[in-house]
């Protein structure tokens, strides 16, 4: 029995641990230390609490206490006067119409979300599988692998809705179904950890977070499909996420939960570690195979189907980390709770990672159906600064983006493909007034080019044409006739990939072409870029009635273009300007401004060009 | 591990070890740690129940601390809150006095009548 009377839980998850979460460990285990208190606090390192933004984050129990942006400095006062004399610090709770809220019910951001998959996320110590045995854990397993066939269980997740959270959405319990009903003398359970999206986290969250429940989970749908061996199949660049599987695996079998004769029943099962080399197209489950295998990462057509042959040609089960992470909770509480939550298509829960332009940056989980409006104004606090809000791209490099008009969309796997849009692995990009669209088209495009294995013509040589009339457009050498180019290409690139990454790919183009064509227009037709962002379609200009002469934007010009006096004033000389900005930066007087579109000056050198090496 | 009832004491054991972090815990002591407070010995007393609670294994117990309470001519002051019950407040504590809390009020549920300053509903 401890004689402890605080558990401090420090955030640990990468966003804390960026912002400075271990430097306020090890300043509390001083501080602690000097005033000789060591022994009657927990520090407790925990998986991410989700308010990536507010960090580094922390709880104290048993009050609950949420602490924000805390830095080395606060540490004495922290445990000064709250941990001491029992006075916690309100200056670093989160404020609120001048009020500081104390706990984390109080705040806004955890008002609208319901944790499934991330109920102990930031609740527990990641590396004792002790404390996840406390809140309830491995019991769903041992109750399914006594009382349960695996039939029943297969009818449990069948009755509870559950759909793939990796992307594509397919019913769990079916696919559980086609691996149990497959013919093999072994079959696999495979874990798909290979997120991959920019701007996503949610999966590396929750196996940092919350590692057993992602393998109990696994050992439920190996249970329940027959499988004895697993593998996870993490990327390499999350070395925390492996260790803490790693550890995971190795307490469990240390209790007895993994191995042979599990719970004293018949069923056996072991698990291991896969490192990816951070390819996006194993995340493709056919490619995610091959690369387990040893084999060169590249997709497989479909049929077979990795249910009849995956795994060295025998039955294999792919479930995404977070569709594992959501089974212990519909085992234990039904699948009727699971189902009551969510659309008629859609249940449950979906983990979204909120990046971008938005208040709240973080590790959300809200249930299904809920608004974007919900998810961006109140869970995301809203845009940060003065900007409005323009669009939000869901669904990574395969997904689109979705516009003001659709703010009152209800977050479902059918609603967002049919706006042009996808779940996706649930990464959500929200972007303010100053982006432009055609530049965020063509960044995903050239994610999606590189990411391309090269197996099929499409998607390797399609995507690369579909880049470089994006590329043109964004340097105003569009032409009449590329919109329509692009999305002839787009749709076909779709319908004749072989894999996900192809088929999803020219996503984010043909998208923004559907609700940003105006942009489009305005980069082709009139060479600007009205948000004035590609560098080409906008200029820098001084307006001589403000420029009070000071030089500093002179003075400051790598390219030494800007000339002038106090009595004329400063002007830009166009032709020679590289756009750096600069000059915007250091004006005392905000003279400096930028406009959209290409100066006249530059236009008519452009031409002059063109004509002598016509000339030539 | 062979069986739903391992299971069931080993997870016994840890939430004794978690009890800080679960919110239904049976009596909550709170000792009041004000400036004066503390100068009257609120940390002994306060150490005092931790060991107490702790030798005695106490799982629905917690102990914890808050600021001061208003009450200085008789610090140390310690409250005992138990659901659906009332408030006690007890005065003047030592740590001998903080024992016989624990054995007559928490373990027993006979409040320390002699101890006790206020009691609010």
């Known amino acids: 029995m401890p004689t402890k009377r605080i558990d401090l839980l420090i955030c640990c998850g990468s966003g804390c641990v960026s912002a400075g979460a271990l430097r306020i460990k090890e300043r509390m285990i001083e501080v602690l230390q000097e005033n000789n208190i060591s022994n009657e606090i927990n520090i407790i390192e925990t998986g991410c609490m989700g308010p990536c933004d507010f960090g580094p984050v922390m709880m104290v129990y048993p009050e609950g206490i949420f602490y924000k942006k805390v830095v080395p400095e606060d540490v004495v006062e922290i445990v000064n006067e709250h941990f001491i004399k029992g006075r916690p610090v309100k200056r670093l709770m989160q404020q609120e119409d001048n009020k500081a809220l104390a706990t984390k019910e109080e705040i806004p951001f955890y008002q609208k979300q319901v944790k499934v998959a991330l109920e102990n996320c930031g609740y527990l110590d990641p590396e004792k599988i002790e404390e996840y045995i406390a809140l309830g854990g491995y019991e769903a397993l041992g109750n399914a692998l006594i009382n349960m066939k695996p039939a029943d269980a297969i009818e449990v997740v069948k009755r509870s809705g559950l759909r793939g959270r990796g992307g594509a959405g397919f019913p769990t319990g079916m696919k559980w179904e086609f691996v149990s009903k497959a013919k093999g003398d072994i079959k696999y359970v495979v874990c798909n950890a290979d997120e991959g999206d920019p701007g996503a986290f949610m999966d590396r969250s929750l196996l940092e977070g919350d590692p057993h429940r992602v393998l109990e989970g696994m050992m439920l749908a190996a249970y329940a499909t027959g499988a004895s061996e697993g593998y996870f199949y993490i990327r390499a660049e999350y070395p925390l996420a492996i260790k803490r599987i790693k550890k995971a695996i190795a307490q469990a079998k240390e209790y007895g939960l993994m191995g042979k004769n599990i719970m004293g029943t018949e069923f056996c099962f072991d698990a291991e570690v896969r490192t990816g080399a951070g390819a996006f197209v194993c995340g493709e489950e056919t490619a995610l195979i091959s690369s387990i295998m040893g084999r060169r990462g590249q997709p497989t057509p479909k049929p077979p189907f990795p249910a009849n042959e995956g795994l060295w040609s025998k039955p294999t089960l792919v479930n995404n980390v977070e569709t594992l992470g959501n089974l212990i909770t519909i085992f234990n509480k039904g699948a009727d709770w699971f189902a009551s939550m969510g659309t008629d298509t859609s249940k449950g829960t979906k983990v979204f990672a909120l990046t971008g332009d938005i208040a709240n940056t973080g590790l959300v989980e809200v249930p299904m159906g809920i608004t974007i409006k919900e998810l961006i104004f109140e869970v995301g606090g809203g845009i940060v600064g003065d900007h409005k809000f323009k669009a939000v791209q869901l669904g990574g490099p395969s997904g689109g983006c979705l516009t003001n008009d659709h703010l009152d969309v209800k977050i479902d796997y059918e609603t967002l493909k049919e706006k042009g849009a996808m779940m996706g692995s649930g990464g959500v990009i929200v972007m303010n007034d100053t982006n432009c669209m055609v530049n965020i088209a063509k960044y995903f495009l050239d994610f999606s080019v590189d990411e391309s294995c090269g197996k099929c013509a499409p998607c390797r040589i399609g995507l690369k044409q579909m880049f470089e009339i994006l590329d043109r457009i964004t340097k105003g050498k569009g032409k009449e006739g590329d919109i329509e180019e692009l999305v002839t290409l787009g749709n076909s690139i779709k319908q004749l990939s072989l894999c996900g990454l192809g088929q999803s790919a020219p996503n984010p183009v043909l998208s923004t072409i559907r609700y940003f064509r105006d942009e489009y227009e305005a980069h082709i037709n009139k060479q600007e870029c009205p948000s004035k962002v590609c560098l080409d379609l906008m200029h820098f200009n001084i307006n001589k009635d403000k420029c009070i002469g000071c030089s500093l934007c002179a003075r400051r010009c790598p390219v030494t273009c800007i000339n002038g006096s106090r009595q004329d004033k400063y002007e830009i000389k166009q032709v020679d300007c590289v756009k750096c900005g600069n000059c915007l930066e250091v004006c005392p007087v905000k003279a400096v401004t930028k406009e959209a579109g290409m100066h006249e000056d530059v236009k008519k050198r452009m031409e002059q060009l063109a004509q002598e090496m016509a000339e030539m | ?121």
């Open chain 2, 1 to 121: 591990m062979k069986t739903l009832a391992d299971l069931k004491a080993i997870r016994e054991k840890a939430q004794q070890e978690m009890k800080l972090r679960n919110s239904n815990v049976r009596v909550k002591v709170i000792v009041g740690m004000g400036t004066s407070g503390i100068a009257m010995g609120a940390r002994e007393v306060m150490k005092a129940f931790l060991d107490e609670v702790a030798n005695r294994s106490l799982a629905d117990v917690v102990v914890t601390q808050t600021g001061e309470k208003g009450f200085s001519s008789m610090e140390p002051v310690v409250d005992v809150v138990e659901e659906g019950k009332a408030r006690i407040t007890y005065g003047n504590m030592n740590a001998e006095k903080a024992k016989r809390v624990v054995v007559d009020h928490l373990v027993n549920g006979n409040p320390v009548k002699e101890f006790i300053i206020s009691t609010e509903e």
